[in-house]
């Protein structure tokens, strides 16, 4: 199985973004917050993902990007947890709500929560 994240897979719609924050459900698993809709995608695509830090949090360029990454990694590397058997297309969003600086290890936790929490709630849809 290849871990991979390519340009189509990523959340990049303005529109549909604004739309996950209007219209969108979501799954907490503390200091991450999943966003999600479920939406139209491109045909060769099922889920769209993106990550956002806020700049209130982290002033600091750096910091946020830095997070980012990591969120970007604990997703490509779990993903599989929900791609396998969804015949839905989603629209993704990775919130990070946490005030101090995360390690991979915290994060990639939080994610596989979040991922199966979002799992649980769409199967009982």
Do not use: C, W
């Not at 956002?52 to 990007?65: E, I």
């Not at 990454?69 to 297309?89: D, G, I, P």
Request: hydrophobic share 40%; aromatic share 12%.
């Amino acid at each position: 199985m290849a871990y991979e994240f390519p340009k189509r897979e990523k959340l990049k719609s303005k529109k549909l973004i604004e739309k996950l924050f209007v219209e969108g459900k979501s799954v907490s698993s503390f200091p991450i917050k999943l966003i999600y809709l479920k939406t139209e995608l491109p045909a060769d695509v099922s889920i769209q993902a993106g990550v956002s830090v806020p700049k209130k949090n982290f002033k600091s360029a750096v910091q946020r990007n830095r997070i980012k990454r990591l969120l970007r990694e604990a997703y490509r590397l779990n993903k599989s947890l929900v791609f396998n058997n969804s015949e839905a297309t989603f629209a993704f969003l990775f919130l990070y709500l946490g005030k101090d600086m995360p390690n991979y290890k915290t994060i990639e936790e939080h994610v596989k929560l979040a991922l199966h929490k979002f799992k649980k709630k769409i199967d009982h849809e």
